[in-house]
């Protein structure tokens, strides 16, 4: 079993800046793939960002790319989410996730195994 926590969600004009930060405990994790995907209301989950276990490849959705950078920080058991440049249509609820897929970045829901909880946030106009 693995648990993510996730936080650092929260209102935001747009222009601006959060990061988010997920928390995983219950395996290596330093040893597994991580990512972050966001649903907003009404709309499929959606795959933002994903980082391989060394942090060597990273890979991102079209519509955050630029703006968005995944990190990780393995001694901490932590991955993170740094997302400027916020428009509206980034609010959604934001999700990280956990992989035991062999290719280093993937971006399909089903190739990941266990999710947080997930962490809303709001961008206003």
């Known amino acids: 079993q693995v648990q993510l926590i996730e936080s650092g969600g929260g209102l935001v004009q747009a222009g601006g800046s959060l990061r988010l930060s997920c928390t995983a405990s219950g395996r290596t994790f330093s040893s597994y793939t991580m990512g972050w995907f966001r649903q907003a209301l009404g709309k499929e989950r959606e795959f933002v960002a994903a980082i391989s276990w060394s942090a060597s490849s990273t890979r991102y959705g079209n519509s955050v790319k630029g703006r968005f950078t995944i990190s990780r920080d393995n001694a901490k058991n932590t991955v993170y989410l740094q997302m400027n440049s916020l428009k509206p249509e980034d609010t959604a609820v934001y999700y990280c996730?956990?992989?035991?897929?062999?290719?280093?970045?993937?971006?399909?829901?089903?190739?990941?195994?266990?999710w947080g909880q997930g962490t809303q946030v709001t961008v206003s106009s």
């Open positions: 996730a956990f992989s035991f897929a062999l290719h280093p970045t993937p971006v399909q829901r089903h190739e990941y195994n266990y």
